[in-house]
Nanobody
Framework: QVQLVESGGESVQAGGSLGLSCAAS????????MGWFRQAPGKEREGVAG???????MYADSVKGRFTVSRDNTKNTLVLQMNSLKPEDTAMYFC???????????????????WGQGTQVTVSS
C-alpha cells in the first residue's frame, strides 16, 4: 500500500502563491491516478485537481487557471502549485491516490482509497 504525507500548507495573503507537496512511500506515484482535495470546516470534501495514469489533468472550475497539479517522479511526489490565492481557498488540503488506471482523474473523493492526513492552507484577505 502507498502512504501519503502532505506538506507545504501555511498562512498566506490573498493573491499570493503556495506550493503543496504529497510525498509517497510504498508505491510509485507514476502508477497511480492521484488527486488533491480540500475540506473547509463544516463543508464537504471537494475535488481540486487530479492527474491520471498518463498525465491527463483535471481541475475544479474554481481553481482553473490558478492551480497546477504535477508529478515529480524523481522525488515520488505529487505537487500542487497554487497561485492567485483567494480567501475561499482556505481549507485542509488532502492528496489521494488510486491504482485504478483512469485516463482522466475522477474528482469524486469516493473513487480514491489512499489518503494523506492533510495540510492546512489559510488565505487571509
Amino acid at each position: 500500500q502507498v502512504q501519503l504525507v502532505e506538506s507545504g500548507g501555511e498562512s498566506v495573503q490573498a493573491g499570493g502563491s503556495l506550493g503543496l507537496s504529497c510525498a509517497a512511500s510504498g508505491g510509485t506515484i507514476s502508477s497511480y491516478s492521484m488527486g488533491w482535495f480540500r475540506q473547509a470546516p463544516g463543508k464537504e470534501r471537494e475535488g481540486v485537481a487530479g492527474i491520471g495514469t498518463f498525465g491527463r489533468t483535471m481541475y475544479a472550475d474554481s481553481v482553473k487557471g490558478r492551480f497546477t497539479v504535477s508529478r515529480d517522479n524523481t522525488k515520488n511526489t505529487l505537487v500542487l502549485q497554487m497561485n492567485s490565492l483567494k480567501p475561499e481557498d482556505t481549507a485542509m488540503y488532502f492528496c489521494a491516490a488510486t491504482q485504478t488506471r483512469w485516463l482522466l482523474p475522477p474528482m469524486n473523493p469516493s473513487e480514491y482509497n489512499y489518503w494523506g492526513q492533510g495540510t492546512q492552507v489559510t488565505v487571509s484577505s
